[in-house]
């Protein structure tokens, strides 16, 4: 019985290790980035505190990939994250109080940095409050005359 369960060990051991390789071997496909993101806001260049920094591969038809990965923003607006592949990167950044970041990014180079300018949300139009294009309409409007 010993033997048969050390043999059982040695074996998993072996296909372990045989699993190990293939998962190396995807790493070295092609050459990797060190992405760095400082996410400040807008209006006055202060950093932006656990805002969520979301990486999406995008494929080659420029359509969002399956999968995903989520950073989030440091003290100082800081997120880093080492070994992504080159090539188009969606990146998302969402943080409450903010207006929700999205852009396509090509990752070129060993070392890129991205900084993200978050905006205060923008108001909502109302068809019930009072617009400057309302007052021009009204200019617009013939004089009432009265009849004589």
Known sequence: MKKIVSVVSALMIVLGVGMIGPAVAQDDDGPMSDLRFVVV??????PVRNAAVVLHPVNRKGKQSRGGLE?????????NIDGIPYGPLRVQVLAQGFQTFGEDYKIDRAETE????????G????????HGDAKKADDKKPVE????
């Open 123 to 130: 108001g909502q139009y109302s068809i019930y409050e009072n």
């Open 41 to 46: 806001r807008d209006y006055n260049g202060k």
């Open 71 to 79: 950073l989030k923003t440091d003290g100082e607006g800081r997120a």
């Open 114 to 121: 991205i900084t993200v300018k978050l905006k205060r949300p």
């Open 145 to 148: 005359q009265k009849p004589q």
